[in-house]
């Protein structure tokens, strides 16, 4: 099989998830619409009704729109009117009346058009918008279940993939034997067609796709083949017809499994107001159910008719055409936007991270109150070298010391793992002197320099990873119940940030995937410098390394080979 072909069929299993999300409230008339960075909305002459403004925007559902600014989710109505406030780390679109968000260290939170708590999943680590009554969720064992409108568990996590539900049934996935497959459950749950298919498509115009594992063909409500496997790959059935993959060309087939329109095609798509997508050298069609071109493959990529109107790509420019292959809308916009699509949904952003904070913060001289208690602006080399909890500590470059520890001295169990801590001076820490032959060198130690800042850095492992925000919350909180926070200040870019404290000299910063840092900074000059480079760099990581890789090179001599502090 050919990379093309791999690349036909991912296709057309996303245009086929795709139709099975629940659009059924989407609002047609006003379409999001991408130019230059911003989205903004047109109407259907292609005039702007809500200019570009937003950092991201979906379809209307239920007479609102999810819209993302600042890196915060909102959602306004029709008049660009914010009905909910930007105020969520995540959000899904709205679907019968409900939207689930996530804000800092939270669980998935459904909430109505008013932006009410309606009720919050505390055992769910990601949920998709509700569909005929039932929202979709997984737990963290990666099981699939259903809940209701009221947030009862409507159906338990059983299922290892678990579709919507189409036509009253959702294909889900089990463990037959040692083996995976699939089959069908009804909206209390219960298997009315056994899991015996490799895979299997919602159900659409009472017929669903499956898989014998070799090739593909459809059943009906009941189980029964009504169209035996022959088909390298199919689409759903829409409008009566489906289109299939021969392990060639696209052609489409009616519920008999009568080839209605002969094998031709590179790429097929659904059909849609009587008319289907096509592409034929490269090049993007359409046409009638009897196979003849409507609308002459001209097009970079198209996308199905809804309601005499579809979405059309040439020249790396998005607009709108009739029925006709008339531009309704030039091609105009960098993206458009017809769909909220299949993978809307939210994660939980809580994390229970009060063992490492209790380790962290626990005794006199645990690590997070030494950073945050013993150190100031007089601490001085001599005391850092002569402490007995760093005195493993190595020369990073003229300016710093790294201290990483070890099993016996810094162990935190679990996922938040300690990397190392390094101290910054204001100063170089030492001297070097050499012999007159240049033969021999020797370090005079400045015992005096006084220490800038301090960072301790550990790693993500397991479910901490992409929980940097929420371990850094809950840091914080422990923070204030010993120190008085008056000037916090906070900072995100994707899926970096800090808060910060300047009266303290504290900033808590991390990178939701990769590690959390603690910086203790001494005087308030040191402190607004991280803080701006953080902010100018738009990454923690790279502003930490940014600044040590400054100091370190002032001055350095190549030479000298490191060694311990004595």
Known sequence: MNIKHIAKIVCLFLATTILSSCNKNADEKIIPVQSGDKWGFINLKGSFV??????????????????????????????????????????????????????????????????????????????????????????????????????????????????????????VKMIVGNEY??????????????????????????????????????????????????FETVDVFSEGIAAFYNGKMYGFIDKNGT???????????????????????????????????VINPQFDYACGFKNGLAAVRSNEKWGLIDKKGKYVVNPQFDNIRTTNGYYDCVKSTYYDANAFVSQLFG????????????????????????NKLFSSSDIEDR?????????????????????????????????????????NSSKSFQWGAKLAYATASFSLHGNAIGKGAAITSTCLEKIKSVLTVTDEKTFEQGVCGFIADKKNG????????RFFVVVTTIGKTEFDRLCNNIMANNDVNTSLQYETRNKAEEGIDETIEYDYVE
């Open 50 to 171: 809500i200019n570009p403004q937003f950092d991201n925007a979906d379809c209307f559902q239920d007479g609102l729109s999810r819209v993302s600014s600042n890196g915060l989710i909102g959602y306004i109505d029709k008049k660009s009117r914010y009905i909910i406030r930007p105020q969520y780390i995540d959000g899904t679109s709205f679907s019968e009346g409900m939207a689930f968000v996530v804000t800092d260290n939270s669980y998935p939170t459904c909430i109505n058009n008013k932006g009410e708590v309606v009720f919050v999943l505390k055992q769910q680590c990601t949920v998709f918008p509700f569909c005929n009554g039932l929202a979709r969720y997984i737990t963290e064992d990666e099981r699939y279940g259903f809940v209701n409108t009221q947030g009862e568990l409507a159906i338990p996590a059983r299922f290892e993939y678990a579709g919507d539900f189409h036509d009253g049934l959702a294909e």
């Open 181 to 230: 497959y699939f089959g069908f459950i009804d909206t209390k749950g219960d298997l009315v067609i056994n899991c015996q298919f490799n895979n299997a498509s919602s159900f659409h115009d009472g017929l669903a796709a499956v898989s014998n594992g070799k090739m593909y063909g459809f059943i009906n409500k009941k189980g029964e083949y009504t169209i035996n496997p022959q």
């Open 259 to 293: 080839y209605v329109i002969n094998p031709q095609f590179d790429d097929a798509d659904e059909f849609r107001d009587g008319l289907a997508a096509v592409e034929s050298g490269k090049l993007f069609g359409y046409i009638d159910k009897s196979g003849k071109y």
């Open 363 to 386: 005794a006199d001289e645990s690590l997070g109150n030494v950073l945050i208690n013993s150190l100031n602006e007089k601490t001085t080399l001599k005391q850092v070298a002569e």
């Open 399 to 439: 300016t710093s010391l790294s201290y990483f520890g070890s099993d016996d001295e810094w162990h935190f169990d679990g996922e938040i793992q300690f990397s190392g801590i390094t101290f910054h001076f204001s100063e170089p820490i030492y001297e070097t002197y050499y012999d007159y032959y240049y033969y």
């Open 506 to 513: 504290i900033i808590l910063s991390y990178d939701n995937n």
